[in-house]
């Protein structure tokens, strides 16, 4: 059984029009002349052109409703316009009726009679076989034409499914994102505490013995308070549910680098590295986010073009850090392929909470670059 489209409920404008026009055109032909006596001339008019009406509507009932006028003989001619009104009747059932036993009942019903009709009458006994195919060939191709429909509906359904569930799953990878974060900041949120914890238990003791040195432990203190509420304003903000505390080990940063790179060639990776961090001090969410790039490239790397030459630029200044990651040999995806997962998707998630800019895509020359420029101070932070 092949899927039909929703029949409407009522005749369809066009159809109705279109009856209107055949059963004009038929009486104006028995009119002039006829087939049969008047009264059978019309009646053979009539049944054989308003079933197209109902082609849509009721197919099967439709095109046996013509079948049976042709039982009703017409010693004087037939109608000329009775092979086209066959062909739209049963192309009908072949493309609106579901059932694929209808169709061929019904097929099979207008065969026998139009052949035996044909037989009966004047024509030759070769006209028989036009009858048949005039029957069969329509409804052959209406039954074509619904299986197309029938699987580009499928098509696009699965189309949107498909679009849904990429949409869901970037979602979700940028929500495993933002808990990674989330993980993160506690790290970065504890270390500032800790060095104001150190610097009160400094200025504490300065202020015992000699205030006048209290002023450095208790200006560290004001520094990390504010930097620490930074973080917290532009991170805690975006993200819905806290996660289970986890590995509190210290977060990587851009003197990590090296030894990334070094692994990287240990697993045969031809790499070059620049770096040259920025002379002032840079933020620790923008350290780790560059480690981040740099790592998810260089493995991507290593799994989609094992042997390759990467060049790994990580400069910095007073205004930014660029982190560029650049495939000379050969196109690789970017980290985690945008059409297999989702890394990038949540590597620009992360560089959008910091105010930066991440760019990836083909180069000219035929190989893959990921560039990323990050601000080496934070809203906020001192």
């Given at each position: 059984?092949i899927?039909?489209?929703?029949r409407?409920?009522?005749?369809p404008?066009a159809?109705?029009v279109?009856?209107?026009?055949f ?5 104006l032909?028995v009119?002039?002349a006829?087939?049969?006596s ?13 079933p ?20 009703i003989?017409?010693?004087q001619?037939f109608?000329?316009l009775?092979y ?5 009747l049963f ?17 099979g ?9 044909t ?7 070769q006209?028989a076989?036009g009858?048949?195919?005039?029957v069969a060939g329509p ?18 359904e699965?189309?949107?499914r498909?679009?849904q569930?990429r949409a ?13 974060i ?16 150190l610097q ?10 000699a205030?006048?040195?209290?002023a ?9 308070a504010?930097?620490?509420l930074?973080?917290?304003r532009?991170?805690?903000g975006?993200?819905?549910a806290a996660e289970e ?5 210290p977060?990587?940063g ?19 590295l ?10 620790a969410?923008v350290e ?5 790039l ?10 989609h073009?094992?042997?390759a030459?990467?060049?790994v630029r990580v400069?910095?200044?007073?205004a930014?850090v660029l ?9 690789i995806?970017?980290p ?9 998707v949540?590597?620009r ?6 105010g930066?800019?991440?760019?990836a895509?083909?180069?000219d020359?035929?190989?893959?670059a990921l560039?990323?420029?990050l601000?080496r ?6």
């Amino acid at each position: 059984m092949i899927p039909s489209l929703p029949r409407p409920a009522v005749p369809p404008r066009a159809d109705v029009v279109l009856a209107a026009v055949f059963l004009a055109l038929s009486l104006l032909q028995v009119v002039l002349a006829p087939i049969a006596s008047p009264v059978v001339s019309v009646l053979v008019a009539a049944g054989s052109t308003l079933p197209l009406a109902w082609r849509r509507v009721h197919p099967a009932v439709a095109a046996l409703t013509m079948t049976a006028v042709w039982t009703i003989p017409t010693p004087q001619g037939f109608l000329l316009l009775g092979y086209l009104i066959a062909g739209l009747l049963f192309y009908s059932v072949g493309a609106h009726e579901a059932r694929l036993w209808r169709v061929v009942v019904v097929t099979g019903v207008g065969v026998v009679v139009g052949v035996v009709g044909t037989l009966l009458g004047p024509e030759i006994w070769q006209a028989a076989i036009g009858a048949a195919l005039a029957v069969a060939g329509p409804a052959a191709a209406g039954r074509l034409v619904a299986h197309q429909r029938s699987q580009t509906a499928l098509l696009q359904e699965l189309t949107g499914r498909l679009v849904q569930e990429r949409a869901t799953a970037e979602r979700a990878a940028v929500a495993e994102e933002r808990s990674r974060i989330a993980r993160e900041l506690h790290d970065v949120i504890g270390h500032e505490v800790t060095v104001i914890a150190l610097q009160a238990d400094a200025a504490a003791a300065a202020l015992a013995k000699a205030p006048e040195r209290a002023a450095v432990p208790i200006e560290a203190i004001r520094s990390s308070a504010a930097e620490a509420l930074a973080e917290m304003r532009r991170v805690v903000g975006m993200l819905r549910a806290a996660e289970e505390e986890e590995d509190l080990r210290p977060q990587p940063g851009l003197p990590d680098v090296p030894a990334l790179v070094e692994q990287s060639r240990a697993a045969g990776l031809q790499v070059d590295l620049t770096l040259r961090p920025p002379s002032q001090p840079t933020h620790a969410s923008v350290e780790l986010a560059a480690y981040r790039l740099v790592q998810e490239a260089l493995t991507n790397a290593r799994r989609h073009a094992p042997g390759a030459s990467v060049d790994v630029r990580v400069v910095g200044d007073d205004a930014e850090v660029l982190v560029e990651v650049v495939n000379r040999e050969g196109a690789i995806p970017s980290p985690r392929s945008e059409s297999s997962g989702f890394g990038l998707v949540g590597m620009r998630e992360r560089v959008r909470m910091l105010g930066g800019r991440l760019d990836a895509g083909p180069t000219d020359e035929g190989g893959y670059a990921l560039t990323a420029r990050l601000p080496r101070e934070l809203p906020g932070a001192p």
